[in-house]
T-cell receptor, first 112, second 116 residues
Framework: QKEVEQNSGPLSVPEGAIASLNCTYS??????FFWYRQYSGKSPELIMS????GDKEDGRFTAQLNKASQYVSLLIRDSQPSDSATYLC????????????FGKGTKLTVNP | DAGVTQSPTHLIKTRGQQVTLRCSPI?????VSWYQQVLGQGPQFIFQ???????GRGNFPDRFSARQFPNYCSELNVNALLLGDSALYLC???????????????FGPGTRLTVT
């Protein structure tokens, strides 16, 4: 079983819609969860971090964490063409290590 | 404030050669981590250094080594290059205890290594 799994997509949504990105992880002791955005040919950019169960909102982005289900998601409201990118889910394993374990990413396309 | 910087931006090497990649963390950050990202995959953890000490190592062969300097800059060395080492090498810096938990990592622009 892969440590962090994401649907590779591509996920296509119309402009103005809500994009929903999902991620599951295998290490039940994982402590910290991150979403990165990566434009083609660029490096990952941190957009959200979440540490406790529930929702965390930042502008058009909402991260949701459910540790019991080992599931983390990212919602992007009012999607814009500039949101078109690959979204990477990253998790830190049990033990407080700084090691980030990434999923393969979900490619999102927002159509004008 | 300047973000994480990496040099060089691009590099072309031949199989069997050695390469050194460099990273300068965000000012005030004492932790540097290195990742390898091949096309179509998420980044894979190689090393983490904090206060010049190795704090973590990923599943990479001994051809990969790194170090951190007193100014918190870091170098990643790869010996005896293989074609499979072609990838984007990412450096990330963080400031432990900034959030009280883990450690948001901020990536540099990366070094694109091509081995021919």
């Amino acid at each position: 079983q892969k440590e962090v799994e994401q649907n590779s997509g591509p996920l296509s949504v119309p402009e103005g819609a809500i994009a929903s990105l999902n991620c599951t992880y295998s290490d039940r002791g994982s402590q910290s969860f991150f979403w990165y955005r990566q434009y083609s040919g660029k490096s990952p950019e941190l957009i959200m971090s979440i540490y406790s169960n529930g929702d965390k909102e930042d502008g058009r982005f909402t991260a949701q964490l459910n540790k019991a289900s080992q599931y983390v998601s990212l919602l992007i409201r009012d999607s814009q063409p500039s949101d078109s990118a690959t979204y990477l889910c990253a998790v830190t394993p049990q033990g407080g290590s700084e090691k980030l374990v990434f999923g393969k990413g979900t490619k999102l396309t927002v159509n004008p | 404030d300047a973000g994480v910087t990496q040099s060089p931006t691009h590099l072309i090497k031949t199989r069997g050669q050695q390469v050194t990649l460099r990273c300068s963390p965000i000012s005030g950050h004492k932790s540097v981590s290195w990742y390898q990202q091949v096309l179509g995959q998420g980044p894979q953890f190689i090393f983490q250094y904090y206060e010049k000490e190795e704090r973590g190592r990923g599943n990479f062969p001994d051809r990969f080594s790194a170090r951190q300097f007193p100014n918190y800059c870091s170098e990643l060395n790869v010996n005896a290059l293989l074609l499979g080492d072609s990838a984007l090498y990412l450096c990330a810096s963080s400031s432990p205890y900034q959030t009280g938990m883990t450690y948001e990592q901020y990536f540099g622009p990366g070094t694109r290594l091509t081995v021919t």
